[in-house]
Each structure stands twice: as C-alpha cells, then as structure tokens.
C-alpha cells in the first residue's frame, strides 16, 4: 500500500467517524458547563456560608487596628489596651490560625477552580452520551460498559476547572481502549515464519465481503512476497466460483475449485492437498455467505472447520450494520470460535460503533478494516487512528 493510499484510508476513517467524534466534542462541552452550572450555585453557598462565619475575627481585628491607631487615646492607656490586647493579637497569628486562614484562601480559591463530579451529575450527563453511542451503533451492552468504566475514572473526583474537559475525554479515550482486543499475532509475520502450509478462512453472512477480502488479502500476500491458493468453498450462490476465478485471474492465483452443490469441506480439503504439494504457503478459504441464525448452515460451517483446520478463522462483517455485524460476529464466535474479525464497507460507515463494538462483545481482535472495492483497500485496523478520528 503506497503514501496516497494511506492517506486516502485515513480519510475515510476520518469521515467514519466524523459524526461521532463532532457529537462527543458537543458532548463534552456540555456536561462541562452543566458542573460549572449545577456546582456553582452551590459552591456559592458554601462560601457564603464561610466567609459569614469569619467576621468574629474580622472585629477582633479590626477594632483591634481601630484602637491602635485611635490617636487621641493617651499614651498610657494605649499601652494598657495593648498589653490586654495583645494576646488576643496573638493567639489571632499564631500558627494554627494562619492555618486556618490558609485553609480558608485555599478553599476559595478551589471554590473558584475545582469542580467535583458528583456520582448524581454523571449518571444524568451520562444519559446524553449514551444515547449518541447508541445512535452511532455502538452495542447496548458495550455502552453500560463504557458508563461503568467511566463512572469509576470520574465520580467522586474533583478536577480543576479548566481541566474537566480534558478528563472526561480522557476517560473516555481510556474506557474506549480497554474494549479493543489488541491483537496476539501479526498473520503477515506468523505466516512468514510458519514453517508449513497456513490456512486461512473467511466467514460470515451474504455479501458481507467475504469474497472481495479474500482477494484483497490475497493481494496483500502477494505484496509481501507471500504464495498462496483460493479454495472456492461457496458451492452454494451462483456464480460465486467464476467471481472467485476472475479474482484469481487478475492476481495470478490458483484457484481449486469442484462443482457447484458439492462439499465446501472437500473442496477446502483438495486445496490444502495442492497448496502442500505445489508448496505453496497460504490457503485462502471462501466459504458461502450464511445466516448466523441457520443451525444446518452453521453446522456445515463447523464440518468446513473440522476438515480443513485452520490456523486463522476471519468473521467478515459489514461495519454499516451495526450491531447486527456485532451480533453475527458474537454467534460466529460461539460456533466456531473465530480468530479475527475484518470490517469491510467501513468507508460507507458513518457511525463508527460496530468498531467499538465487535472485540468487546466478542473478545477479538479487528484485524483489518475493509476500505473500498479495490485490491488496495484493506487496511491493517490501528487503533490509535481511530481515537485520532475520534478527536480523543
Ligand atoms: N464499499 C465497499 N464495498 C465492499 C467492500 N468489501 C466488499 N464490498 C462489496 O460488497 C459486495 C459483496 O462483496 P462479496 O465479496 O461478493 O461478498 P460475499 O460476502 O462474498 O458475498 P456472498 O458470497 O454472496 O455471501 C461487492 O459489491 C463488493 O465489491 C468494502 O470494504 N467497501
Ligand atoms: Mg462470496
């Protein structure tokens, strides 16, 4: 993948993510002013309440200092006044009171600068920033995570003013970070260093971009000097093997392939043969685009696996479904226990939740982000780019 493509699918992750990222800012801006408001009033009062309570001194003080300065007093009785004067003088400045009067600046001074976010205030600001996720597609049970997560990072703690909304962004950047599943294998380097044949399979529901991946990664093989076969395992839809010929045509890969309705395992099976015999490195598996929700076909999902045994199993999931994509990916995992997830269509995603979603909700790692039709368009998933897009 050249500069200008790089740049292009940061782009694209830029628009993904857009709408999310303006209605977080918005977000944030609001609930920081809403603790200035909801606080301030009440701070008020606590201040008031203070600096009512001070005057006791305040009229030692100052009739104190009006004695003192009295010029007619006489001499004498100055002194006289002083000496029954000056222990009270004293005990008013004597260490523990120019605590308490430090105290009393620093409390107003944080009156003026610290605002504390009160467990009653998060939960109420909270609401907003869960709607928005869920709009943005974001699953149910991945927003209550990001509420806990974030309420422990943020209630009961006092910030300083102007760092609120600093805080709350990074709780949030933080909260979003631990739902991904960093990835524990990089397949280009495990693949590079794998000793025999490394097979590969791409599942998930119709048209989700099964196909389209395959001949993508396949391109990205190839990019790295990386040999590998199509093992045409869609014997089901029409058409399916020549759309995987053409594939094979145009990135000169081999494609092994049987007759349409015959076994997608023995198919897989046959590849592998050929990919050991002709020792070639990877064998890509397409399989037949089925509904998450068909026990026969997830079955015969679970005969393709048991056959074929492959190192890597990749759900292929649309990003602009949401949290359908979440789901499928959830049910895919739970059969067949998946590897990896890659989420094409993510250009036409302008939500952005299926991301947030999908390793939390299945304790897997995204691998890739399908960016496009072309061959270039598969771009390894970072993270770090999606808070970038995210502006957090
Ligand atoms: N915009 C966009 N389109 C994509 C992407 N990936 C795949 N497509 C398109 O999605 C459509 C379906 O892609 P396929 O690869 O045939 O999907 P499939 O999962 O193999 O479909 P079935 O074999 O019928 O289950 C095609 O028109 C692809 O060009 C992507 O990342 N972005
Ligand atoms: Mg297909």
Redesign the pocket.
Known sequence: MNDIMLINSSKRLLIMFDSLKKKIASWIGNSTKKIEESQSEQKDKSLSKKVEAKPKADVKKSSKAKEISKPERPKVSAVKIEKVVEPQVIEEETEPSVEKKSGFFSRIKSVFTSREITQDFFFESFNDLELILLESNVALSVVDTIKEKMASQLVGREFKRDEIPLKIKQALRDTIDSLFVDSPFNIISHIKSSNSCVKILFC?????????????FAHILKNNGISCVFAAG?TF?AA?IE?LAIHGERLGVHVVKQTYGSDPAAVAYDAIQYAQAKKIKVVLI?T??RMHTKQNLMDEMGKIVRVSKPDFKIF?GESITGNDATEQARIFNDTIGIDGIIL?????DEKGGTAISVSKVTGRPILY?????GYD??VPFDKEKVFEALGL
């Open positions: 998930g529901i119709n048209g989700s971009g099964k196909t389209t991946t395959l001949a993508k869609d839809r399916s759309q397409d037949a685009g292929v094409t269509k993510a250009d036409i982000l399908g960016m496009g039709q368009d598969l």
